[in-house]
């Protein structure tokens, strides 16, 4: 049996209906480089990746996979792989370098640059205005645990808006706040690196409240598609004790449902409040916020990766710590089972359940995938093809996980692969490789992986109705 008749068998029984989006998706400080052309000014990720001993061998985004100037080439690639929608975000110290007033023209330049390309080949634009790539100046002034911060991201919402409106038709706030909010500032793996649970809990708060103030921005503008992308880590305990059952339930509070309710139901949880208020590292909500916060959307845009399994205890020694307020008190249990390169299990099955999840959270909301992936080792082989039939299967899977959950009864209206291209992993530097195709970091060369070929497969199946 060649790849290709396993990739027939396997696409085989994958269908989806008219219209299903069929996308991938980047990130600006992941592919674009060229940090210091054209007025950008410095990030949080500037910052932190040039900080030593921070990011994996010290990798930064200074150059990535150079995107900036291969935009062009890129879009051909997604237009030879038949996407009907490319996610990808906008830099904000790129637009407004240091991060309120001035507005860079040539940055909003650059991005005119790329939609008029993608609109060009019929892949439609989907753009997100904050992939955690915070101006280093507002950082300076306190960052996302001060309130200002909120009010400048508004602000920058509607520059872009006013910039692209008329050719990007749908808009996503914030990319994870979970990982903006909690790795961010309480575990400290991304940036601004800090470990302050304090900062934290006033981080998510101000992330929400940008994202809620935004939206109106949006709408004031025009805007009809508009979302949040959400990430989601499902939460099983190890056992039935009733220890292990609560720091399940506390760790799917802070990373999962403090981001989803206040967005959908205009309020946190209250298990959640309670325990952020007894770790000392309140919410600051001020009146009318959550109402803000709660702004109408057209979709919630879910990104899922791995699921995992917890338990009460102490963290053992030389483990991280958790992106977790209130103690060193919960254990993430390895995943048991084959993991990816980047550690994470692999859990079809519970995507399937997370969708179905949401959709009873919010009912009547559209979900589109905005991002599910996994990370190889991935070379390029004598005859330039790269073989990575981990990737194929994790998609598959995946896609299939989809399909399940829209059978019985989700409604979700597109996917998105993580990511179009091999990139800057975040503080995982460039040893992880997400992409449908490979790049060659030394050349830049570009070389579609069989997971790539495979999904183009499928789009062509797809957009012909097979
Ligand atoms: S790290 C992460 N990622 C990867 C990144 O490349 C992308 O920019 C992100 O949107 C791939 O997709 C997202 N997500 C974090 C997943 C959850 C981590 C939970 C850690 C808890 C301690």
């Known amino acids: 049996m060649t790849s290709t008749d396993i990739r027939e068998d396997a696409l085989a029984g994958l269908t989806f209906p008219p219209g299903f989006v069929f996308g991938a998706a980047t990130a600006a400080y992941q592919i674009e480089g060229a940090v210091t052309e054209d ?107 001060d309130r200002d911060t909120a009010e400048r991201f508004a602000e920058y919402a509607s520059v872009v808006v006013d910039a692209l409106g008329d050719r990007v038709t749908h808009w996503s706030t914030l990319n994870e706040p979970m990982c903006s909010a909690l790795l961010g500032h309480v575990s400290g793996a991304h940036a601004p690196g800090l470990q302050d649970p304090v900062a934290g809990a006033r981080a998510t708060h101000h992330l929400l409240l940008g994202h809620g103030l935004a939206a109106a921005r949006l709408r004031e503008a025009g805007v009809s598609s508009l979302g949040i992308t959400l990430n989601f880590t499902p939460m099983s305990p190890a056992s039935q004790d009733p220890a292990d059952v609560d720091a399940a339930r506390r760790l799917d509070g802070q990373q999962n449902r403090m981001f ?80 990816t390169t980047m550690g994470w299990g692999i859990s079809p099955e519970a995507f399937t359940d997370l969708l179905l999840w949401i959709g009873g959270q919010a009912p009547g909301l559209p979900l589109v995938v905005t991002e599910n992936g996994s990370a190889w080792d991935d070379e390029v082989d004598a005859e330039g093809a790269v073989h990575d039939p981990e990737r194929v299967d994790f998609l598959v899977r995946h896609l299939a996980a989809v399909a399940t959950a829209m059978e019985r009864g989700a409604d979700v209206r597109g996917y998105f692969a993580w990511s179009l291209l091999d990139n800057y992993e975040w503080a995982r530097g460039y040893a992880q490789r997400f992409g449908l195709v490979h790049v060659d970091y030394e050349t830049q060369r570009r070389t579609v992986k069989d997971s790539g070929l495979a999904y183009a497969e499928l789009l062509r199946r797809h957009r012909d109705g097979a």
Do not use: C
Not at 305 to 330: H, L, M, N, W
């Open 39 to 145: 007025g950008r000014g410095p990030s949080i990720w500037d910052t932190y990746s040039h900080t030593p001993g921070r990011t994996y061998q010290g990798h930064t985004g200074d150059v990535a996979v150079d995107h900036y100037h291969r935009y062009r080439d890129d879009v051909a690639l997604m237009a030879g792989l038949g996407l009907s929608a490319y996610r990808f975000s906008v830099a904000w110290p790129r637009v407004v370098p240091e991060g309120g007033g001035r507005v860079e023209q040539r940055g909003l330049d650059f991005y005119r640059r790329l939609v008029d390309e993608l609109l060009a080949v019929g892949v439609a634009p989907w753009l997100t205005l904050y992939h955690w790539d915070l101006p280093q100046a507002l950082q300076d002034r306190g960052g996302w645990a």
């Open 260 to 339: 989803l309710e206040p967005v959908v139901h205009g309020a946190y949880p209250a298990d959640v409040v309670a325990d952020l208020e007894a770790a000392g590292a309140p919410l600051p909500v001020r009146d009318g916020d959550l109402e803000t916060i709660a702004a109408p959307l057209d979709w919630l845009g879910v990104n899922y990766y791995f699921e995992q399994t917890v338990r009460a205890g102490a963290r053992p020694a030389g483990k991280p710590p958790t992106s977790f307020i209130g103690g060193g008190d919960v254990v993430e249990l390895d995943p048991e089972g084959p993991t």
